[in-house]
């Protein structure tokens, strides 16, 4: 019989080599999980491609079973664990394998994408994650008050833009939900090209909307950066 | 009756539940006036659907302006509010409603929008919004600066674009003008891809002015964000 | 007879009340100057607005002219105003319309835009411009080296994705300079929509360029902006 | 006989006049070979370009040889610098002339570019790249995290997007991998607009992605610029 305590070493902790090698092959079944549901989305694929992906699901979905049990046995008090962040992430990354697998269910397999929390949990310990949270604390309120600017600014682009455009281009500016698509693609310097103002009034308005638009939506970042510049001047000293 | 105190308590101050109430109330029914006014855009909209907008629009009119009326009520100098920036704004707000009821006057709707400006009042003790100010004053200089000289930049640019495009594309590159909304959609990125340079000296211009352009028109929001850092840390010493 | 210290005082200085008149006055001129610059290259213009646009002209230059002839008489060393920086470019601004006045020559009148050289001469004195004027000094090294590793990759960006879309889309890639262009579109992440990769190989090159070039493209105007506030810092104190 | 230790000194050095003009005439011909290999991937070039370009790469490639043969020739161990990274380098940017020089081996002849290392070589001594070096060193651990959390990122949003265009576009969001060249085009906001989603559900997903995204991919850049600003001023005191 296997003691919890040799179990646990290597489920929770990489102090050891065998718990580096257990948390390194979770890690890249995951990827592996990721690619070949990634792969399944393709159309036209053939038969022995299906039936490949269908072995390695079946394969990556046991070993995580098998490591949600071990997880439970392992732990002082179990229904803790199952109800806990991780136990229902864990639970509703490999339920759906069980529930749907006669059915063709795509919208049920997505859950397998909640694996990805785990990849995450790989960041758990380090210091850059520690200082982008206290960086988010120093920025909090200044990013508050852009977040709320931002999405002022975006209506009042919309409604704007709608009222130059909706009589030249009444399929493209419908209303003012159809002028917000316009306003976050134009602000955030994506420009699809799909939607652009052709009159002249329009397009001032654009000029000045970008003059003051780019600033709040692009200040943000700047924020973040410098905060966190900060916090590591800070552990320095 | 009621006491002029006990009303201004309500509405004027948040420091009691009621006036929490209050305040909050009036900010989601400027919510709802906002959503119902960009639903009313929607092309094809079925009868049901503009009597319920019509009625929730008197609803709020009304609400609004009962608190307009209210707050001549209770301010020391009834004159003295309505003439003030604020009261000038709810006016505008509910005014165009009782005018322009029987008419389908669009343009004149769009005044409901300056309720925005009571949302933005929820900032006015901020101390984000101080330190922007602060940032700003700080970064003053450099932000007139680069404003003068992206302004210089983008004439330019238009300018240059147009002698280089002017005879391969007359239709998109008609004069400076036409020039100037590509120089805009250019330099900040955007690109809709509605006009580009297909000329071999058009793009090599084009490449030398966003060499130079980019960090003109980036750079400000650099300075207000390295601004708003140095406030924060003054306040923090 | 005017002494010339007198002319002197008016042209040369902003102390005296009459000096900043002048110097508003001709920038005002040089503003009107371009606007109907501008104006004039739009396609079908009425006989009247060309007209107008004649006599405006006559009048801008006729005053340029005359405040030439004036700085002229009140320099000490007359050649050396007439070959100084400024001389040549007041010159250049105006001789065009002497020479090509009864011509129709466009790029000729291109000169014209050399005024705006004028109205850069009023930031000499500013702070803002001496601040950014250091800031270029302080981040010189870095700037030369990003400048340099900015146009290696645009260069092997070409070449990559040339090497990738050339044999698919043979008359959009068509050289390693018709990839240049590419290649600038895209790491400025302007996008126009008219150049674009439709090979899996060229779509996963794209990712890889975009992930190392968008920092060397964005990174030097960061660096203006610390260096500023940095300059800033140091004045202060 | 010529001395080994004069021959270094022009080639390895840049104290003397004869060591600098020849470091400047070998970069020289680095740019020369790279302008005749960009002209000739012009299609339809007439017999006199193409002998032209053949002679220049003759001539280049018998330079970089002489090159090579002295570098050898004045080494102390010339296995040892054979071996050594620039040995490789000078060797793969020469060798394939002589062994495709009969074929039309394009792939081949891209070994040519290795040639820009030896560019990058002169900033080998200069300051900006070692603060560039430390700059990258003190963000380390910020910039992996982002460059995790942006990997993450990009495919969840292909994912997202996958689920909501799909069925509207069949044919453009085809499957996961079609989706994350949409992911990368718009998180980097280069928006070509070759693929955009159409569906209510669709725009609203990109918003959302666009609001968290912008920053995680744009904060990096700020990160570099003011690591860089700090080693500047370590540097300084």
Chains 1, 2, 3, 4 share one sequence.
Not at 109 to 136: D, T
Not at 219 to 233: D, E, F, N, Y
Request: proline letters at 2%.
């Amino acid at each position: 019989m296997i003691h919890k305590e040799a179990i646990r070493r290597v489920i929770d902790s990489t102090d050891h080599l065998s718990g580096k090698v257990f948390t390194f092959t979770i890690q890249s079944l995951i990827i592996v999980s990721l690619i070949s549901f990634s792969i399944d989305t393709l159309p036209d694929l053939s038969l022995n491609t299906k039936k490949t992906l269908r072995v390695i699901e079946i394969i990556t979905v046991g070993i995580f079973t098998l490591e949600y049990v071990l997880r439970i046995t392992i732990s002082e008090r179990k229904l803790g664990f199952i109800f806990s962040f991780y136990g229902l992430v864990d639970l509703a990354a490999i339920l759906p394998f069980y529930i749907a697998s006669g059915l063709d269910l795509r919208a049920v397999r997505v859950f397998r994408l909640l694996r990805l929390v785990r990849i995450l949990k790989l960041f758990k310990y380090s210091q850059a994650i520690k200082r982008f949270h206290r960086a988010l604390v120093i920025a909090k309120e200044e990013l508050i008050l852009f977040g709320f600017v931002a999405a002022i600014m975006l209506y009042l682009s919309a409604v704007g833009i709608y009222y130059f455009e909706n009589s030249a281009q009444p399929e493209q500016f419908k209303s003012v939900f159809h002028s917000l698509w316009w306003a976050v693609t134009t602000l955030t310097t994506v420009g699809y090209g799909d939607m652009y103002p052709i009159t002249a009034g329009g397009k001032l308005f654009t000029f000045f909307v970008l003059m003051i638009g780019l600033g709040i939506v692009a200040v943000p970042t700047g924020l973040i950066a410098s905060a966190l510049s900060q916090v590591r001047k800070e552990d320095a000293t």
